[in-house]
């Protein structure tokens, strides 16, 4: 009996936890970063930051605008 090695197993038939996590993340790590900026980058494209505002110490909201075309 052979097993197929797991990089060649589909995603949908690995068996992958249901449960949601409790409690976010206390860190983000650059590839974190790397996600966020690449699923964000086609909705905010063409705008900029119009203020930023310092919630709490931790927590920075930033107000967009679209960009003025030249």
């Keep these: ?5 797991f ?3 589909s995603l949908s ?3 992958w936890p249901t449960h949601a996590c409790s409690m976010p993340k206390a860190r983000f790590s650059s590839l974190d ?4 900026v690449s699923s ?6 063409g705008y900029r930051i119009s203020n930023v505002y310092d919630i ?3 927590t920075y909201l930033l107000k967009l605008a679209k960009a003025l075309a030249t």
């Design 13 to 15: 038939s690995r068996a």
């Design 33 to 36: 970063v790397a996600a966020i």
């Design 56 to 58: 709490n110490p931790r």
């Design 7 to 9: 990089w060649e197993t």
């Design 40 to 45: 964000l980058r086609s909705t905010v494209l």
């Design 1 to 5: 009996m052979t097993s197929t090695p």
